[in-house]
Each structure stands twice: as C-alpha cells, then as structure tokens.
C-alpha cells in the first residue's frame, strides 16, 4: 500500500470517528432513540474495524494520537 492509500485510510478513519461521535451525541440527547440510529451506529462501528483492519494489514495499525 503506498504511502497516500494509508493517508487516505487515516482520513477515512478520522471522518468516521466524527460521525460516531456526532451520532452518538444526537442518541445521547434523545429521551427515545430511534432503532435506526442504533443500525446507523453499528454500520459506523464496522466501517472504522474495517478500516483499522486495512491499515494493520498495510503494517501501519492506527493508533491514537496524545495530543
């Protein structure tokens, strides 16, 4: 994998992290969640294992910046 496929899955990966969160901020607020924005988290959820597969596969596991 070249070095601008595994920037692309880091960016991949940052865009979902914000969607979970921002997802997981509308759920919190929510006397009754929805079962669809369950699903919809779940599908996020997957969709970050999988890029994080890709990159430990590349032999660039992601790891969480200390900033």
């Known amino acids: 994998m070249t070095p601008e496929e595994i920037t692309d899955l880091n ?5 979902l992290a914000r969607q ?3 997802l997981s901020k509308r759920i919190g607020a929510s006397e009754l969640a929805a079962a669809s924005a369950a699903e919809d988290l779940m ?11 890709a990159l430990t596969d590349a032999g660039q596991p992601y790891t969480p910046s200390m900033a």
Do not use: M, N, Q, T
């Open 11 to 15: 960016r991949a990966r940052a865009s």
């Open 20 to 22: 979970r969160s921002a």
């Open 43 to 53: 599908r996020i959820l997957l969709a970050i294992e999988a890029v994080d597969r």
